[in-house]
């Protein structure tokens, strides 16, 4: 064999055996970044306030299955650029064979890569849940200004209608339903249905008022049906502990107002 031709087989191989270095790296590489993945939704979880419970353990294992990839990868690598040399090294000529670790390793990927899609998809499918179960439960919490929501089954007339169906049936007088999106639509703006319903009895609300005059700013009771930007129906209103601690009520009074809740409720279902 020439010698020129000799030096260019030669480079030729160290090309190819620096290749198969890089792939080699660049699988462990992102081995790493996949197995650290499932720690970054835990703590990305924490962060917004979701439950940590959810095990993210199949990013380990996706990562590590990459990072042996990569290693074997470098392994076979360098015992096949040792068998090319020796075999340049003795003058004959190299054996034409399919590169089979390619092939193998193209396979692997592309396994790799389903189920790191479906996986993905999985992940996405819980943090949609849990973002929807987690929105629910702050709204549904009374927070410090004392304001209650919980989402409503029907659309925003058809629960402001069933609660004002129920208003009558117990013979509660419904003082006042502000369209609050009806008006906005007269001056020339835009935005989701909205309805406020005030509402009460002067046999319930007087002797709220005898005793904390104060509390009647926030009487008559009030109901607040309205959509949010999801299209998402709820219904708020004052929680009746926040009232009777804002206005120092006497605790035999607290039934009073605190029919609002299953007015709300019911409204809701």
Known sequence: MKQGADVRDRLAAERTFLAWIRTGIALMGFGFVVARFGLFLQQFRVIRG?????????????????IAAGIVTNVLSARNH???VRE???????????S??????ALFLALVGLAMAIYLIAVQGSAAADFASNEEAVMASAPDNGIISQPSNH?????????????????????ALVDHCGEAEKVG?????????IFGSPKAGTPLMLAAPSSAIDLPLKILVWEDAQRKVWVTYNS????QQRHRLPPELLQNIAVVETLAGKSAE
Do not use: C
Not at 100 to 105: G, H, L, N
Not at 155 to 175: A, C, M, R
Not at 189 to 197: A, E, F, V
């Open 50 to 66: 979701f439950p940590p419970a959810q095990s993210h353990a199949i990013s380990l294992w996706l990562g590590t299955a990459l």
């Open 82 to 84: 040792a068998r090319l």
């Open 88 to 98: 340049l090294e003795q003058g004959t000529p190299p054996h034409s064979r399919p």
């Open 100 to 105: 089979t670790q390619a092939v193998i390793i």
């Open 155 to 175: 659309s925003v007339d058809q629960t402001v209608e069933k609660l004002k169906n129920i208003l009558q049936s117990k013979g509660v007088t419904l003082f």
């Open 189 to 197: 703006m835009k935005m989701p249905p909205t309805k406020l319903l």
């Open 240 to 243: 009746p502990a926040y009232l």
